[in-house]
T-cell receptor, first 120, second 109 residues
Framework: GAVVSQHPSRVICKSGTSVKIECRSL??????MFWYRQFPKQSLMLMAT?????????EQGVEKDKFLINHASLTLSTLTVTSAHPEDSSFYIC????????????????FGEGSWLTVV | GIQVEQSPPDLILQEGANSTLRCNFS?????LQWFHQNPWGQLINLFY???GTKQNGRLSATTVATERYSLFYISSSQTTDSGVYFC???????????FGSGTQLTVLP
């Protein structure tokens, strides 16, 4: 079935540095991917919609210069947290629409495994 | 945009018990999904259910689209069922899911 893979699963970085998180669709093409952020004991909040070949669409309140999104191909979107600060520490997860298993039409959403970011 | 509300926020079960989680949404939906987030953060897609009823082993879900709610059933709960259960909805021309606040389920041995 369709799989979305995210890497790295855990990363620790120093304040002021940048860190890149990759999201890949392994056996389907995804023109659109989504990036979510989750704080402890809270729901997932959509950060941005990543569009292949064009600029990402950011949700209100998300700094686009801080959270750089690049969707360079139909199978890869990257999220770069620039000049990271401790308050950026969070769980980041990507998703993409892919084919429903066992069906010839229709899509369902698949999530990556998520990435735990700790900024020290 | 669409509003998604889940209840209860927290649920503690004894192993073997049955329970029902509820998801209310404020608008008609094109897509309604139930996810399980395990303690490591991984989201598992359980059901794609914009309407009707589906069952997968001990788990099942029913969405009554006309009344704008979905129910998720766990029977004979196991400790491995513990985690957070989210419902998420997609409505209108939106391309992204809106998540409910989740139900934190703890199944005690």
């Amino acid at each position: 079935g369709a799989v979305v893979s995210q890497h790295p699963s855990r990363v620790i970085c120093k304040s002021g540095t940048s860190v890149k998180i990759e999201c890949r669709s392994l056996d389907f093409q995804a023109t659109t991917m989504f990036w979510y952020r989750q704080f402890p004991k809270q729901s997932l909040m959509l950060m941005a919609t990543s569009n292949e070949g064009s600029k990402a669409t950011y949700e209100q309140g998300v700094e686009k210069d801080k959270f750089l999104i690049n969707h360079a191909s139909l199978t890869l979107s990257t999220l770069t947290v620039t000049s990271a600060h401790p308050e950026d520490s969070s769980f980041y997860i990507c998703s993409a629409f892919g084919p429903q298993p066992g069906r010839s039409s229709g899509n369902t959403i698949y999530f990556g495994e998520g990435s735990w970011l700790t900024v020290v | 945009g669409i509003q998604v509300e889940q209840s209860p926020p927290d649920l503690i079960l004894q192993e073997g018990a049955n329970s029902t989680l509820r998801c209310n949404f404020s608008d008609s939906v094109n897509n309604l999904q139930w996810f399980h987030q395990n303690p490591w953060g991984q989201l598992i897609n359980l059901f794609y259910i914009p309407s009707g009823t589906k069952q997968n082993g001990r788990l099942s879900a029913t969405t009554v689209a006309t009344e704008r709610y979905s129910l998720f059933y766990i029977s004979s709960s196991q400790t491995t069922d513990s985690g957070v259960y989210f419902c998420a909805a997609l409505s209108g021309s939106a391309r992204q899911l809106t998540f409910g606040s989740g139900t934190q389920l703890t199944v005690l041995p």
